[in-house]
């Protein structure tokens, strides 16, 4: 019988969380075998795997956990596509293992996969433990069929975890993480977006998230500092690239708010990055090739959103009332450009969904 869902977990110094992870998973209310689990250890350093070994060998029941070794430490990129590779399930599912799943996750996931056979992705809430909220504010399943929607407003998604996503979707795609870059989730999703006929959010929050608190993206004084911007310029090199067919509109704004995290690390970071190798225009060079690009294409509102990165309007970015309302912001823009998209692509007016 084919494994309904197939669980991908990279494992790499998280000794402190792993059993809470993987206990999360097995005390989930479904048919246990229809999950298998895949652990892939990335030669992590510390009782990672003691751990998850010790926590699998007290399990007596039907998922199936299979475990992948890496020969040298590759990163989470590498583990999720040999996760991919070895996964047999109708549908995938990416989870860190140094968060966990909330009860009733998969039931929540499956049960609404099974309300709408057509969708290609079924995406549940998440509580994050640093705001201590659910990241969508929502009281009703929503049911996006217009792939925009998944890259701006309410919906936006830039992590690849809690969600289920339809495997032959994913195979027919050919979308896969690229190795060696942080943000790896916001590219992967930015692929594979127009490939998605049917998306569902539901407003139980599914996945519990602690944020690292060490992470490059909190903290000053990283040594990583440099590589982040460089990655944010890999990032956007690549979307420059891709902005194409029906979702022009929601790479563009998604775009725009990785050049204004990328422009925000660098104001608050500049003192630790090496300017031999990136500088603020670097970065700026790159937000120019992208307005240059909705001239040619004809794209008025795009063009006015992204002259608020460029100076002298970016010195907003430094002001707490434009962060606050930062998504107002956008879709003031977004909303006329996706708009008139429609009006392009469609002789008959289509609704512009929710923003």
């Keep these: 019988m084919q494994k309904k869902i197939s669980i991908i977990i990279p494992v790499y110094k998280v000794e402190d969380y792993i059993h809470q992870c993987i206990q999360s998973i097995i005390q989930q209310d479904v048919e246990h075998s229809a999950v298998e689990c895949i652990l892939i250890n990335d030669c992590t350093p510390d009782r990672s795997m003691k751990v998850l070994e010790d926590t699998l060998a007290a399990y007596d029941g039907g998922m199936d956990f299979r475990i992948l070794n890496h020969q040298e430490n590759q990163g989470s990129s590498v583990c999720r596509n040999d996760g991919i590779k070895e996964a047999t399930g109708e549908y995938i599912l990416f989870v860190d293992s140094d968060d966990y799943l909330l009860k009733g996750c ?47 407003g309410t919906f936006k998604h830039y992590t690849v975890w809690n969600m289920l996503i339809r495997r032959s979707m994913l195979q027919e795609s050919q979308v896969c993480f690229l190795k060696g870059i942080y943000m790896q989730d916001a590219l992967f999703n930015y692929l594979l977006f127009p490939f998605v006929r049917q998306a569902v959010v539901i407003p139980t929050p599914t996945y519990f998230y602690r944020k690292n608190m060490g992470g490059v993206t909190l903290d000053a004084k990283w040594k990583k500092a440099t590589k982040t911007m460089l990655d ?61 690009q909705h001239i040619a294409n004809g794209r008025l509102f795009l063009f006015l959103l992204f002259l608020l990165l460029l100076p002298p309007f970016n010195r907003l970015m430094r002001i707490r009332l434009y962060r606050r309302y930062f998504n107002h912001i956008t879709a003031l823009f977004g909303s006329p450009a996706l708009f008139f998209d429609c009006m392009h692509r469609h002789p008959a007016p289509c609704p512009v969904g929710q923003l």
Excluded: W
Excluded at 110 to 134: K, T, V
Excluded at 233 to 257: D, H, M, P, W
Excluded at 262 to 271: E, P
């Design 232 to 292: 944010y310029q890999t990032i956007l090199r690549l979307f420059s690239t891709n902005l194409k067919g029906n979702t022009y509109v929601g790479k563009s704004l998604f775009a725009y708010e990785i050049a204004s995290r990328g422009l925000d690390f660098f104001y608050h970071n500049q003192t630790h990055i090496d300017h031999t190798q990136t500088a603020e225009g670097d970065l700026l060079r790159i937000i120019k090739n992208l307005l240059v």
């Design 106 to 152: 998969l039931s929540e996931l499956l049960s609404a996969a099974q309300r709408h056979p057509e969708a290609d992705l079924l995406i549940g809430n998440i509580y994050d433990e640093y705001l201590q909220c659910n990241t969508y504010p929502l009281k009703h399943e929503q049911v996006l069929t217009n792939p925009n929607q998944l890259y701006m």
